[in-house]
């Protein structure tokens, strides 16, 4: 699936909103950044897996440093990479399992996201790729890795204060829900919804449980408006298609609901929703209020 991202929107959206949300005070800084998901903000974990999911190859990266394919869905940086270089940890955000990863990254953060992935696991079954449980998994060896270079406290310190960033879903709703009957015979669209959801509140809970406690959740973009769905099922005009994302939309409504009630119930958390559906429509809709914008596409 392609989508056209204009570079705003990641300051906007992946930073603007994000930061603001989780309430950073002014003088404190991030000891690092942890990103879980999909292709939208995969730095290269899927580079060792045996998947269709896989771009560490040419035309990817063309605009990249060097012009080299790194495995991000991109022709350059992704949001991941942009978050962690706006908030002045470090300029780019590497995949745990980058055979190259040097021991000072694991301080700083790293990105455990797989491309193709999603909230449901049967979304990653079929992809071949990394599910939002081995996600955690990996998480689970790096807070080992973490704990042996700087210690217990330490290690607790850095999770405690650090961001971690959720970003999936579409992929659920496209390609599982409306690209097989494996879920649709048996679940309509709100059920579904509710599903996934279920699956995003175990998840939350198994971070918060490792010591997380600054979540941002993001919501599903107008998957209806990617270009993909908009060749294969937008018509002569290729018009955004409007079941795709009023699915979205309804997930979206259930998500936020479940990350406003669930905040509560995890003491001295942070966990928020942010809204990239309707700030990136309107860059489609509207795309004079942006300017001559750097735009790119992401591949999921």
């Known amino acids: 699936m392609k989508f056209l991202f204009f570079k705003i929107c990641y300051f906007l959206v992946f930073c603007v909103s994000f930061c603001y949300a989780i309430s950073i005070p002014p003088n404190?800084?991030?000891?690092?950044?942890?990103?879980?998901?999909?292709?939208?903000?995969?730095?290269?974990?899927?580079?060792?897996?045996?998947?269709?999911?896989?771009?560490?190859?040419?035309?990817?990266?063309?605009?990249?440093?060097?012009?080299?394919?790194?495995?991000?869905?991109?022709?350059?940086?992704?949001?991941?990479?942009?978050?962690?270089?706006?908030?002045?940890?470090?300029?780019?955000?590497?995949?745990?399992?980058?055979?190259?990863?040097?021991?000072?990254?694991?301080?700083?953060?790293?990105?455990?996201?797989?491309?193709?992935?999603?909230?449901?696991?049967?979304?990653?079954?079929?992809?071949?790729?990394?599910?939002?449980?081995?996600?955690?998994?990996?998480?689970?060896?790096?807070?080992?890795?973490?704990?042996?270079?700087?210690?217990?406290?330490?290690?607790?310190?850095?999770?405690?204060?650090?961001?971690?960033?959720?970003?999936?879903?579409?992929?659920?709703?496209?390609?599982?829900?409306?690209?097989?009957?494996?879920?649709?015979?048996?679940?309509?669209?709100?059920?579904?919804?509710?599903?996934?959801?279920?699956?995003?509140?175990?998840f939350v809970q198994d971070l918060y449980g490792l010591g997380a406690r600054r979540i941002g959740i993001f919501g599903i973009p107008p998957i209806g408006c990617l270009p993909s769905q908009r060749t294969l099922k937008g018509g002569e005009a290729r018009q955004c298609v409007d079941n795709l994302n009023q699915a979205a939309q309804l997930f979206n409504i259930k998500l936020e609901a479940y990350s406003n009630s669930q905040g509560n119930k995890l003491p001295n958390s942070r966990l928020v929703y942010v809204d990239t559906y309707n700030v990136l429509l309107d860059v489609i809709d509207n795309p004079q209020r942006y300017g001559n914008c750097f735009f790119f596409s992401l591949n999921s």
């Open 28 to 202: 404190k800084s991030i000891p690092a950044l942890f990103v879980f998901g999909d292709s939208i903000v995969d730095t290269g974990n899927n580079n060792g897996l045996k998947t269709i999911a896989k771009v560490n190859y040419p035309p990817y990266g063309k605009d990249f440093m060097g012009g080299i394919p790194t495995g991000r869905f991109s022709n350059g940086k992704v949001p991941s990479d942009f978050l962690v270089e706006e908030l002045g940890i470090k300029d780019l955000l590497p995949a745990f399992l980058d055979p190259t990863l040097q021991a000072e990254d694991l301080i700083t953060g790293v990105n455990f996201a797989s491309g193709g992935a999603g909230y449901d696991p049967l979304t990653s079954e079929i992809a071949k790729v990394i599910s939002l449980d081995g996600q955690v998994t990996l998480f689970k060896e790096y807070i080992v890795k973490l704990t042996e270079l700087v210690g217990e406290d330490r290690k607790n310190e850095i999770l405690a204060n650090s961001l971690f960033m959720l970003v999936t879903g579409a992929n659920d709703i496209t390609n599982t829900y409306f690209g097989t009957p494996l879920r649709k015979s048996y679940y309509d669209v709100p059920s579904y919804a509710d599903l996934l959801v279920n699956f995003a509140c175990s």
